[in-house]
């Protein structure tokens, strides 16, 4: 009997040229994850398709179709309630934020794992625009995280 595949969730926020790393890594981690025990799916905020061809067409690709990262916890709450994955990845602070504000009402019971592609204490030393709303984030959402 063949075991089934645990579906993972990766969030990003677009795949648009010019991203950073985060969006890298990510498609480094579906090119080289056994597609034979995960089945992946990719969630991207933004309408961005730049390193979409790095993908390998073993992952599903969901576009959220909202404008502005802040918009998006009603749809992940619903693309969760539509493949309830075991696991969810998210990367970059403001998505993560998002993902860890929808967390309550996800479906299932997902894992939520958390990347973070900067350091918070060199994010907040360098000045962010709120940085009370940062530190709150690392001091009650993040721990909240599996």
């Not at 479906?107 to 794992?113: A, E």
């Not at 060199?122 to 690392?138: C, D, E, H, S, V």
Request: glycine content about 6%; charged content about 20%.
């Amino acid at each position: 009997m063949i075991p089934s595949r645990k579906k993972i969730l990766f969030l990003v926020p677009s795949f648009a040229a010019g991203v950073g790393g985060a969006e890298r890594v990510i498609a480094i981690l579906l090119r080289h994850l056994d597609h034979s025990r995960f089945e992946c799916h990719l969630a991207l905020v933004g309408e961005g398709r730049a390193f979409l061809e790095d993908i390998p067409r073993e992952v599903t690709v969901h576009h959220l179709g909202v404008s502005r990262m802040r918009y998006c916890v009603p749809a992940i709450v619903g693309l969760n309630r539509q493949l309830r994955p075991h696991t969810i990845l998210s990367t970059v602070i403001f998505l993560n934020a998002m993902l860890m504000l929808a967390r309550p009402f996800l479906s299932g019971r997902p894992k939520i794992l958390l990347r973070e592609a900067s350091l918070p204490s060199a994010f907040l030393a360098q000045g962010a625009r709120n940085p009370r709303i940062l530190k709150w984030l690392y001091r009650w959402l993040y721990p909240k995280a599996d």
